[in-house]
């Protein structure tokens, strides 16, 4: 059990934000493989559809995706979040996005009426325009947004970055003085990939956001740098797709991981990755992830 | 996998909107009911089973497919694929149904071959289903595999009115495996009459839902209550796995809104 600002999980792994999170039953299902938390897809003011396709392809060192926050509004996800909460035990987190603070609070507010168990802010998309990274690389902008949320609701609020700044601490350190309870780093990694027959991007958005595992070693750094500068704990996500992994984040100064495009594999990998967390605590005398949490700042 | 480059070699007119188009490509590999991404290259992405092993068949419905039907020969689109899981196929000797509506005929043509090649001549039966005469799909395909029962809406070929109708007067438990393809409201009440003789479980439907990343990760194309994807658990699904479902009653479209079917 992993008590993460103040929720409790069976486990450190969460389903990361954007992955099997459409729907309040496909939650449940995640919830059932063994998922200490899960994260909904990112819920806006308005329904949006999306990009036009391909908006995820396999590369050979990860996965491209730009979907364009598609999502049915937060008055057409709450059916689904309260399916979610009614159906599964595991927390569940609303990963919710906006143009401004207004947008977020009115998207928090809807929400909040389901119960979720946490919020993520969803500062950090790289490629919808005016959402996401647009406002999540101005340090301003990310304090004002997660002040108005949480003076707003009443459960933690955990801030998801993006890794396509100059410095990503300055970010959380925003995030930070805006009450944040944690912050989640990092969000995919600007990328593109062009089709050599053609010349033709391959997204339909042109451009997208790496995961997977070329991103990872990005992710360790840049929870390593989250971990020296700020005191709320830090949520690692980022080609994290086996227990070494999650141990490697840990000890850059994780608290817990999410996974995401290592659902591709199989969706029973979060059980894995959990068993293989404590098979490690265990073999190496450790009594609760908090001995290796960070260790990488200690040993040096 | 990136999209791999075909050619478009030649285009058949099947009916007055639909056509196939065959690629420089064959996926030998691919079993009937799994589908490839079709990407129109500028415009979208959209999934197509095979109905050939180098070949799609696709009605004009939508943006995607109009810019589709607006290519030639000589002209490339990008694929990835095969994708999903295809149809069960029958073991030796088993009797084989196929019931096929409209452009639903695209996977199961290629299914009653294969089965036709590997099995016994008389073993395939298939109820195919249109609209009108000149809409029936791969009608050829299916005679020459078996027996087939042809209905028209319009009573302008075979027996006027829907597949049901058919479904409903043969002995059901006959066979061994069930096929379906077709609209879904179409599959919602074969399924709905298979359910009722306890023939679902022998029988398969291939679903339709919209697609994003069609990898299985992004979860757009979940179903309720279990929360399958239709694009990695299925795009085929057992009868069982649909009892109790969203199947034939709503789907979600592309911002996960839900609609009819």
Known sequence: ?300 | MRPINVTITKMIDESPSTKTFFFDRSFESAIPGQFVMVWIRGVDEIPMTLSYTNAITVQKVGDATSALFELKEGDSLGIRGPIGNGFTLPQKDEKVLLIAGGVGAAPLAPLAEHVANSGTWSNVTTILGARSYNELIFANRFFMTGEIHVTTDDGTQGRRGFVTDVLNDIDILEYDKIYTCGPEIMMARVFEILHKADAHTRAEFSLHRYFKCAIGVCGACCMDPHGLRVCKDGPVFNGELLVDTEFGKYKRGGSGIRGRV
């Open chain 1, 1 to 300: 059990m992993v008590t993460l600002t103040g929720l409790k999980l069976k486990n450190p792994t969460i389903l990361a934000a954007g992955i099997m999170g459409t729907t309040g039953a496909s939650l449940v299902r995640m919830a059932k493989k063994g998922v200490g938390a899960v994260v909904t897809k990112s819920i806006g003011p308005e329904p949006k559809e999306g990009h036009h396709n391909p908006s995820m392809v396999q590369l050979e060192c990860g996965f491209l995706n730009a979907m364009g926050l598609p999502n049915p509004s937060y008055k057409a996800f709450l059916q689904e979040l309260e399916f979610a909460k009614k159906e599964t035990s595991v927390p569940v987190i609303a990963s919710i996005f906006g143009g401004d603070a207004d947008d977020f609070l009115k998207v928090a507010d809807g929400l909040s009426p389901a119960k979720p168990d946490a919020f993520e802010l969803n500062v950090s998309c790289p490629h919808a325009q005016g959402y996401g990274a647009m406002i999540g690389s101005d340090p301003y902008v990310v304090e004002e947004i997660t002040r108005a949320v949480c003076d707003s609701v009443d459960v933690p609020v955990w801030v998801k970055l993006t890794p396509n700044v100059t410095d990503i601490a300055s970010i959380g350190e925003a995030a930070e003085r805006g009450g944040a309870d944690a912050v989640v780093a990092i969000n995919t990694v600007r990328a593109m990939a062009i089709d050599i027959a053609t010349g033709y991007p391959i997204l339909g958005n042109r451009f997208g956001g790496l995961s997977g595992e070329a991103i990872k070693p990005i992710a360790v750094k840049c929870v390593y740098d989250l971990y020296a500068a700020l005191d709320i704990p830090i949520i690692g996500v980022g080609g994290v797709s086996k227990w070494q992994d999650a141990i490697e984040m840990m000890m850059a100064g994780a608290s817990a991981v999410q996974v995401g495009s290592a659902v591709f594999d199989g969706i029973g990998v979060f059980g894995s990755i959990a068993d293989g967390i404590d098979n490690y605590l265990d073999k190496n005398g450790h009594v609760t992830i908090e001995d290796i949490i960070g260790l990488a700042h200690e040993v040096i």
